[in-house]
């Protein structure tokens, strides 16, 4: 049995559409995927339909295309019109698939089949990365697309996962949106999510985001929780849990900035007097008369990560140009100016800012950063609204918000606004505000 079988045209494309969400080629120009080629037949889909729902302008919707003029304000400063218009069309695309989920999921039984064509591919995604980890790990070779084998710091060649997407990190927050579905889609209606296979989809997940081995796992066990936090106010053992596994997040999330800020060489100590020091004051310590005081010397060498590196060069970028910052899609002329200056390696003079906020600020400035906030404010508001009404359906805006908060949490290390997923949680959210067709 296959749990929500597409029936129409329609759901075949979506579910499609879905499924290849985290299937990455490079084939494509301007960063499209193959995803992108199945949503134009969505869209084409939805115009003919002949129960083509309509939506109403909700005060969200309002904060998206607020988003988006908050990019075409920072053209005023770009280097490159060409360029800038490039990543604003993007942007735009993105905001098509949040117009797209917002339609779909205004019939609200659709809501729990499109949470299931998001779950089932992440498993099996999921599944085929740990089969190939366990084939590196026995025989020394890899497999598919599947892993990324690179130095880390401190532990050397590593082999993580990485699915089919550009990098582990990626991979991670991907999953980071499929965990709280496959944790509360049996709770939702019955579509083969209660059997013992299916529960085993939660772990096969966690396994593989462990293998991943990124800064994202903060915001991974971040979503789990927070997906969960409900249930598990039932019993004592169980808020005990919930409470342990929140500080658990909380020491991840400052390890892992700790880790990709700095990398840390050599620790020394030594141990001395201070002749300088005179006698205490108190008669609680003891020290002869000239003897000074005991005196230990910790001594940390280290070198900046490139994640704090390009951290730097987006703060400098806004510092510059603080109102409506250097230009969409211009953070790679920032990170070409570091190198020349010396500020950042070779390697990284073209890459991203991978910290959205700090991104945001250096593209787009105060105005930018504002829309940002705004938009994530309002899709809070959204849940919130959404949690309170229709209890029936209360399990998919619970997963879904879940989702959200940990990639959130990821957005400090990471450039979260340009995935595909984040876009389609948006849109269902939004969607279910409107009453069932």
């Known amino acids: 049995m296959i749990p929500c079988k597409p029936s129409t045209v329609m759901e075949w494309l979506v579910a499609g559409y879905l499924i290849l969400i985290p299937i990455g080629s490079g084939w494509l120009p301007a960063n499209m995927e193959w995803a992108d080629v199945v949503l134009v037949g969505v869209c084409v889909a939805l115009v003919v339909?002949?129960?083509?729902?309509?939506?109403?302008?909700?005060?969200?919707?309002?904060?998206?295309?607020?988003?988006?003029?908050?990019?075409?304000?920072?053209?005023?400063?770009?280097?490159?019109?060409?360029?800038?218009?490039?990543?604003?069309a993007k942007q735009?695309?993105?905001?098509?698939?949040?117009?797209?989920?917002?339609?779909?999921?205004?019939?609200?039984?659709?809501?729990?089949?499109?949470?299931?064509?998001?779950?089932?591919?992440?498993?099996?995604?999921?599944?085929?990365?740990?089969?190939?980890?366990?084939?590196?790990?026995?025989?020394?070779?890899?497999?598919?697309?599947?892993?990324?084998?690179?130095?880390?710091?401190g532990a050397g060649h590593v082999a993580r996962i990485k699915g089919m997407l550009l990098s582990p990190g990626f991979f991670c927050n991907y999953l980071t949106m499929a965990l709280p579905l496959l944790l509360l889609l049996p709770r939702g209606p019955a579509h083969a999510h209660a059997t013992g296979w299916w529960r085993a989809g939660p772990w096969v997940v966690v396994l593989a985001a462990l293998g991943t081995m990124t800064a994202s796992l903060a915001g991974f066990l971040a979503a789990g929780l927070a997906a969960v936090?409900?249930?598990?106010?039932?019993?004592?053992?169980?808020?005990?849990?919930?409470?342990?596994?929140?500080?658990?997040?909380?020491?991840?999330?400052?390890?892992?900035?700790?880790?990709?800020?700095v990398t840390v060489r050599d620790v020394s100590w030594s141990a001395d007097r201070n002749p300088r020091l005179p006698a205490p004051r108190h008669v609680y310590a003891s020290q002869e008369e000239g003897a000074g005081a005991e005196r230990l010397t910790v001594q940390v060498s280290y070198n900046p990560i490139s994640y704090f590196l390009l951290k730097q060069a987006a703060a400098r970028a806004f510092?510059?140009?603080?109102?409506?910052?250097?230009?969409?899609?211009?953070?790679h002329e920032e990170t070409e100016r570091a190198y020349?200056?010396?500020?950042?390696?070779?390697?990284?003079?073209?890459?991203?800012?991978?910290?959205?906020?700090?991104?945001?600020?250096?593209?787009?400035?105060?105005?930018?950063?504002?829309?940002?906030?705004?938009?994530?404010?309002?899709?809070?508001?959204?849940?919130?609204?959404?949690?309170?009404?229709?209890?029936?359906?209360?399990?998919?805006?619970?997963?879904?918000?879940?989702?959200?908060?940990?990639v959130l949490v990821n957005s400090l290390n990471a450039d979260v606004m340009n995935f595909r997923f984040v876009w389609v949680g948006v849109g269902l959210l939004r969607g279910q505000l409107e009453r069932p067709a």
């Open 229 to 261: 936090w409900r249930q598990w106010a039932s019993s004592r053992r169980l808020r005990l849990a919930r409470a342990g596994l929140a500080m658990m997040a909380g020491i991840v999330l400052v390890a892992v900035n700790l880790m990709v800020a």
């Open 319 to 331: 510092q510059r140009e603080p109102l409506t910052g250097v230009g969409l899609g211009a953070f």
């Open 92 to 153: 735009g695309a993105l905001a098509v698939v949040y117009l797209v989920f917002s339609v779909l999921a205004r019939r609200r039984e659709r809501v729990a089949n499109i949470a299931c064509w998001f779950a089932w591919p992440a498993v099996a995604l999921a599944t085929v990365s740990l089969v190939a980890l366990g084939i590196y790990l026995m025989a020394g070779r890899e497999v598919g697309p599947f892993l990324s084998v690179a130095p880390i710091p």
């Open 340 to 406: 020349r200056d010396g500020r950042l390696h070779e390697p990284y003079r073209r890459a991203d800012p991978h910290a959205e906020l700090l991104g945001r600020l250096a593209e787009t400035g105060l105005v930018g950063a504002a829309t940002l906030l705004l938009l994530w404010a309002g899709v809070a508001r959204c849940g919130c609204v959404l949690l309170r009404g229709d209890s029936a359906s209360a399990w998919a805006s619970r997963a879904i918000l879940a989702g959200l908060f940990g």
């Open 49 to 88: 339909s002949p129960r083509r729902p309509g939506l109403t302008l909700r005060p969200l919707d309002v904060l998206v295309l607020v988003y988006l003029a908050g990019s075409l304000l920072s053209f005023r400063r770009s280097p490159d019109l060409l360029h800038s218009g490039v990543e604003f």
